[in-house]
Structure formats: C-alpha cells, structure tokens
C-alpha cells in the first residue's frame, strides 16, 4: 500500500539522523514493521521507530554508509525533501509503501538483540510495549561499533528505570571484535527473542543462539526464512 508523508523534522545524534514525519494519506501499522522510501532506482527499506501512538507522526532512523546504494538513494531523496538546505525552508513530501514485515511486538517476555540501526525496530517495540497496563518483562541488548554510535543510548538508560525493562549496550573493541555475540552464551533467554539490523549479524546470533539449544520458532526476524 502507498502513501505520502511531509519530513517535518531531523534530529542529528551522533552519526545517526532521527528524521519524523507526518502522514498525508491514511497509514496503519504495528509497532515492528517498516516502510520502504520509493525512489526509481529502487525502494529503500527502513524500520519505524516509534509506536502507532504517535501516528500521523512516525520516526525513522538513518545512518549513511559510504558507497552503499540504499544511502545514496536516501540521501537524494532526503535532499528532493529540502533537508539539506536546513530548518529554514520548507521540507518535502515524499513516497513510502507500507507498512512491511511480519515481526511485529506481542506481550509477551521478550529478549531484544540489535545492532546499530536495528535500534529503531527495538525503539518501536518499547513505545508499544511502555503503553500497555502491565508490560511483560522486556531485555535490550544493543551492539554498537564504537562509543560515537550510542545514539539511542539515553532513551534505553531512562527506560530502564521501569521494572519491566533491562538493558545492557555492548561495544566492539577497537579491532572491530563483535561483544555481544559471545555473550550470548549468558544471555536471559525469553518467551521470544527479536533480532535486528544488519544480515551478518542477526544471521550470527540466530546461530548463537541455535547452538545454544534455542528453538527457532522462538527466533523472531524479517531477514530469517520463516521458521
């Protein structure tokens, strides 16, 4: 199904841009999924990461990789929207189809794994999640590639205050050696266990996890085949 939603903010955090924007046609979603951003050369797929509360505002998280086509197709269409010329102009309207992807939250306990951007699948759950009466046990673990990439950092900190939610961040050494995978071994395992961001990695921990005696139907990922 396709929209169109107005970019009515960017927020810079660090190497990330948290952008919002606000629903211009009729738009439903469960917290979990994505949109893709249309654009000629091909879509590019981001998570939401906000809960349906917000609607018709909704957040996105980005982070440009050098040479990827995803950011250069993002980046051209977020300059088309009018960011690059600042908070003084008028931003665009642009194109999205969605909602996408089947791996939506449920109240149930739930152990989140992410890295870098999946932060914003998890950010999506946890807006859910923290509006329901009585939010099941809930454990963030997020792997980061250096200090500078803790860009939802604070949000998790002050979410943790809540006794349903534990979170724990996790940095790779200057080698670039991954931390959270081998923890794993340790990790409070969960009713579910949602994985994301980017394919080497929810394909690493899906087999972390798998050695370790977890089912597969308890693995939960838009980029895992369904169980």
């Known amino acids: 199904m396709g929209f169109r939603a107005r970019l009515v903010g960017a927020d ?14 009729p738009f439903r979603f469960d917290a979990g999924q994505y949109v893709a951003l249309v654009h000629p050369d091909g879509d590019v797929p981001m ?21 990827a086509p ?47 951007t999946g932060a914003a699948q998890a950010t999506g759950f946890l807006e859910w999640l923290r509006e329901r009466q009585a939010p099941p046990s809930t454990t963030l673990w997020w792997s980061v590639s250096s200090p500078a990439s803790l860009y939802q950092d604070a949000y998790f900190a002050d979410l943790s205050r809540s006794d349903w939610f534990d979170y ?9 050696e991954n931390m959270l995978l081998p923890a794993l071994r340790g990790a409070p395992l969960a009713d579910e266990v949602v994985l994301s961001g980017p394919a080497g990695f929810v394909r690493a921990a899906a087999r972390a996890l798998t050695a370790r005696g977890v089912a597969r139907g308890r693995l939960r990922s838009d980029m895992l085949p369904v169980a």
């Open 12 to 25: 810079g955090r660090g190497p990330v841009t948290v952008l919002t924007f606000a629903a211009l046609s």
């Open 47 to 67: 998570s939401i990461a906000s809960g349906p509360g917000r609607l018709p505002f909704f957040e996105l998280h980005y982070r440009p990789v050098a040479g």
């Open 70 to 116: 995803d950011a250069e197709r993002m980046d051209a269409l977020l300059a088309a929207a009018g960011l690059e010329r600042g908070a003084g102009g008028a931003l665009g309207v642009l194109e999205f189809t969605g909602p996408l992807g089947a791996v939506t939250a449920r109240a149930v306990p739930t152990l989140l794994l992410a890295a870098g």
């Open 168 to 176: 724990r961040a996790f940095v790779d050494r200057p080698s670039g």
